[in-house]
C-alpha cells in the first residue's frame, strides 16, 4: 500500500475532517436522530473511533446506533469489512467504507476515516467529524439514552472540560502520531518533548483527583483513556514516545487501570486490532511488518487503588448492563 509507506517519510499534519454534518434531536442538519437509521463504522485500532466506542456503551444506545468494526489491516482502498460475511457489511451492503463516501460526494480527494457514521437507508456518509462525534452522542441523542445513563458532558463543567481535551488532544492524542510520524529530528524531539510535558501535567492533576474533571466520569476522560490504552503497546516503541511507558508512571498506571476496569472501558479494546493495525500497516515505519509479541496485557486488571480518592464513575447513573 503505497500510502502507509510514506509515513515517516513527510511531515505530518491531521486532515481536518471533510464531512461535518451534525446528527441532532431538531434535525436542523437534515439528519433527526432517529433509532436504527445510522450505522456507526469504526476500527478498534483506532483510537479516534474507540472514542465512540466507550461513548455508544456507556450511554446504551447499542440497539439504537448499529456498529460496524472494520478489518485493521487496510489496502489500498482504505478500512474494508474483510471480517464479514462475503466481506460485506451485512447492513449497508458494501465492501469498503469509500463506498459510502462515494455514495455522498462523488470523487471525494480525501482520506477515508473512522470514525463514521451512515446514513442507512441512503448509504452515504453522514460524518466523520471524530471531535464532535461523540458530543452530540451525548448531548443530541439523549431521548435514546439507557435508563441510568452517566452525563458525559455536564453544562456545568463543560468550559473546564474543553479546556482540559484541548491540551489533552494538541499534546498528547495527537502529539504521540507527532512523534511518531515525524520526518525530521526537529519535529520528532518537538512532539516528544509535548507528548511527556503534558502527561506529566495530567499526572500532576489525577495524584489527587480520581478523574480529570469533577467527581464522575466524563468525556475528558474517555478521550485521555484511548491514547493511554495505546501506550505501551505502540507508541512507546513504534512512535518512540520512549522517555518512559505508561506502566512506569504511577498515578497515569494507576488511572488508566481504573478505567480499563470500568465496564464501557476495557470491554471495547481489542490489543490485537491495535498491535496489528498500527506494525503492519504503518510500513514507512515498520518496513518488515513484525507484530511484538508484548506487552503482557494482564496487568491491566491488577488493582489500582484508585478507589480512595472516592469519586462517583457513573454519577447519578449506573454502569452499562455486563457483557
Not at 491488577?302 to 449506573?318: A, I, M, N, Q, Y
Request: charged letters at 25%; glycine letters at 8%; aromatic letters at 10%.
Amino acid at each position: 500500500m503505497p500510502g502507509n509507506a510514506s509515513y515517516g517519510k513527510k511531515a505530518f499534519k491531521r486532515s481536518r475532517s471533510h464531512f461535518t454534518d451534525r446528527i441532532t434531536a431538531d434535525g436542523h442538519d437534515g439528519w433527526p436522530v432517529e433509532a436504527g437509521r445510522y450505522r456507526l463504522v469504526v476500527s478498534k485500532a483506532c483510537p479516534w473511533a474507540s472514542r465512540a466506542l466507550v461513548v455508544r456503551r456507556l450511554l446504551g444506545l447499542e440497539d439504537a446506533l448499529s456498529l460496524a468494526v472494520t478489518d485493521p489491516i487496510q489496502d489500498d482502498r482504505s478500512w474494508r469489512f474483510t471480517l464479514d460475511p462475503d466481506d460485506r457489511d451485512p447492513v449497508l451492503g458494501i465492501r469498503y467504507l469509500s463506498e459510502a463516501y462515494d455514495a455522498r460526494e462523488t470523487g471525494y480527494p480525501g482520506g477515508v476515516s473512522v470514525p463514521a457514521i451512515v446514513d442507512v437507508p441512503s448509504g452515504k456518509l453522514v460524518t466523520n467529524d471524530y471531535q464532535q462525534l461523540t458530543l452530540d452522542l451525548e448531548t443530541e441523542w439523549t431521548a435514546l439514552h439507557r435508563t441510568g445513563a452517566p452525563d458525559l458532558y455536564p453544562e456545568p463543567l463543560r468550559d473546564e472540560i474543553d479546556d482540559v481535551m484541548d491540551g489533552i488532544y494538541r499534546d498528547v492524542n495527537n502529539g504521540v502520531y507527532r512523534a511518531g510520524f515525524a520526518s525530521e529530528q526537529d519535529a520528532y524531539e518537538k512532539a516528544y518533548g509535548d507528548v511527556f510535558t503534558r502527561l506529566d501535567t495530567v499526572s500532576r492533576r489525577l495524584a489527587g483527583q480520581r478523574y480529570l474533571v469533577g467527581d464522575t466520569i466524563t468525556e475528558a476522560d474517555v478521550r485521555l483513556f484511548t491514547t493511554l490504552v495505546r501506550f505501551d503497546a505502540v507508541y512507546h516503541g513504534h512512535f518512540k514516545c520512549n522517555r518512559n511507558k505508561l506502566a512506569e508512571d504511577p498515578v497515569l498506571w494507576a488511572y488508566a487501570r481504573d478505567l480499563f476496569q470500568t465496564p464501557g472501558f476495557g470491554d471495547t479494546v481489542a490489543f490485537d486490532h491495535i498491535k496489528r493495525h498500527y506494525y503492519q500497516v504503518h510500513t514507512g515505519i515498520n518496513p518488515t511488518r513484525i507484530v511484538p509479541l508484548g506487552p503482557d496485557p494482564s496487568g491491566w486488571v491488577t488493582p489500582h487503588g484508585r478507589e480512595k480518592l472516592g469519586g462517583r464513575p457513573f454519577g447519578d447513573g449506573t454502569p452499562p448492563s455486563p457483557r
